[in-house]
Antibody, heavy 121, light 112 residues
Framework: EVKLVESGGGLVQPGGSLRLSCATS????????MEWVRQPPGKRLEWIAA??????????EYSASVKGRFIVSRDTSQSILYLQMNALRAEDTAIYYC????????????WGQGTSVTVSS | DIVMSQSPSSLAVSVGEKVTMSCKSS????????????LAWYQQKPGQSPKLLIY???TRESGVPDRFTGSGSGTDFTLTISSVKAEDLAVYYC????????FGGGTKLEIK
């Protein structure tokens, strides 16, 4: 059974940092792209970061809204996806989801339950 | 960046009715090399994570009821629910993956 479990969310002050984790199981982690998607309260989904699969050298992509501040990485030995978030702003307040991206589908076929991040003083 | 627009933003229907919702992209999502449209539809029920319904614009994800149908090509796409059930109460998002990923603003489906 495919599972994605996010953790690491919480309350952080503007300008602070936080690292989110997404523990995965039930599939070959290195075969899949992995994505981070966030959803501010009451708003639309926003894709923010991606880690391609091993075949694509785990290269990364970022949305303009987080590029230069957020870093996505993997621990392939433990099948964990990370999102290091730096220089946090109030507008980064959201639920953060990790999702598996199946290349053969091109879409995100499994999602975690999300972890909440609040940026406030 | 590719901009995704959805309409209507919300609609209310009775159980058993047919529903159609629209998704438009600011540029074509059709890859000429493989003739695939790089568009997906997701369903997000209240308090839940999104769930994949449709990919490649018209391929139903495993386990998704056949009352959900995706259609369209290029820049104009439609999600149709042939006979709405109460459990279909949700926000429906389209998402392009032609040029990385962008989501539409969503269509909120309410049940009368």
């Amino acid at each position: 059974e495919v599972k994605l479990v996010e953790s690491g969310g919480g309350l952080v002050q503007p300008g602070g940092s936080l690292r989110l984790s997404c523990a995965t199981s039930g599939f070959t982690f290195s075969d899949f792209y992995m994505e981070w998607v966030r959803q501010p309260p009451g708003k639309r989904l926003e894709w923010i970061a991606a880690s391609r699969n091993k075949a694509n050298d785990y290269t990364t992509e970022y949305s303009a809204s987080v590029k230069g501040r957020f870093i996505v990485s993997r621990d392939t030995s433990q099948s964990i996806l990370y999102l290091q978030m730096n220089a946090l702003r109030a507008e980064d307040t959201a639920i953060y989801y990790c999702a598996r991206d199946a290349v053969i589908k091109g879409a995100m076929d499994y999602w975690g339950q999300g972890t909440s991040v609040t940026v406030s003083s | 960046d590719i901009v995704m627009s959805q309409s209507p933003s919300s609609l209310a229907v009775s159980v058993g009715e047919k529903v159609t919702m629209s998704c438009k992209s600011s540029q074509s999502l059709l890859y000429s090399s493989n003739q695939k449209n790089y568009l997906a539809w997701y369903q997000q029920k209240p308090g839940q994570s999104p769930k994949l319904l449709i990919y490649w614009a018209s391929t139903r994800e495993s386990g998704v009821p056949d009352r959900f149908t995706g259609s369209g090509s290029g820049t104009d796409f439609t999600l149709t629910i042939s006979s709405v059930k109460a459990e279909d109460l949700a926000v429906y998002y389209c998402q392009q993956y032609y040029s990385y990923r962008t989501f539409g603003g969503g269509t909120k489906l309410e049940i009368k």
